[in-house]
């Protein structure tokens, strides 16, 4: 069983406020990731980081912002949270063979 | 960029077996992937294949692999209600990301 945790698991907040989504793993992972899923079902690349004190930038550009200063840690935060960043968010870390765990997600509502 | 394409739907009556298709456009993948989310939860890596690897099997799964035409394909034997999930096909980019396809939705009819 996969030991990664997100939380909160779900967070109903209003506009404008600052919001950080926790993401740990106990696995000793250097690779760690953040993922946006629409509710049609598709998966987006935020952010991803190599190890501590690295993170770059994925596929879909966010307003989001990540730090890696543990390697267990990986937290996402959204500095004035809009309706637009609605989403639920993923967090997954990989280990040497790129098999990606998932934690079980953070359902953000922006009002 | 790369891409990975899968249907987005696929309805199975309990018992039979489900096909679930996947094309990728990647020819350098070395590793490729069938994820499984369950409602309200994260995925779950069910099987992965080798790029020299033609099929896997793993009790009810079997993953065949057509590099040639990019295609692969997951099919679950004897399917059951618990398999009702969304199944995500992925393939390994270079040394650094996994793309996934957008996934497909596998509903099981009585």
């Known amino acids: 069983e996969a030991d990664i945790y997100q939380t909160p698991r779900y967070l109903v907040i209003g506009t404008g406020k600052k919001i950080t989504l926790e993401c740990s793993q106990t696995?000793?992972?250097?690779?760690m990731y953040w993922y946006q899923q629409d509710p049609g079902m598709e998966l987006h690349l935020i952010h991803y980081?190599?190890?501590?004190?690295?993170?770059e930038k994925g596929d879909l550009s966010s307003e989001s912002t990540v730090s890696r200063i543990r390697t267990e840690h990986f937290p996402l935060t959204l500095e004035s949270a809009r309706p637009s960043h609605t989403s639920q968010y993923l967090c997954?870390?990989?280990?040497?063979?790129?098999?990606?765990?998932f934690g079980p997600g953070t359902r953000l509502t922006v009002l | 960029g790369e891409d990975v394409e899968q249907s987005l739907f696929l309805s199975v009556r309990e018992g039979d077996s489900s096909v679930i298709n996947c094309t990728y456009t990647?020819?350098?993948?070395?590793?490729l992937y069938w994820y499984k989310q369950e409602p309200g939860a994260g995925l779950q890596l069910l099987t992965y294949?080798?790029?020299?690897?033609d099929m896997k099997q793993d009790q009810r799964l079997t993953v065949l692999l057509n590099k040639k035409d990019k295609h692969l394909s997951l099919r679950i034997a004897d399917t059951q209600t618990g398999d009702s999930a969304i199944y995500f096909c992925?393939?390994?980019?270079?040394?650094?990301?996994?793309?996934f396809g957008k996934g497909t939705r596998l509903h099981i009819l009585p």
């Open positions: 992925a393939e390994r980019e270079g040394d650094d990301k996994i793309i």
């Open positions: 997954a870390s990989s280990d040497r063979f790129d098999e990606q765990f």
């Open positions: 294949i080798f790029s020299n690897m």
């Open positions: 696995m000793g992972h250097d690779k």
């Open positions: 990647d020819s350098s993948s070395t590793y």
């Open positions: 980081s190599y190890g501590v004190n690295s993170t």
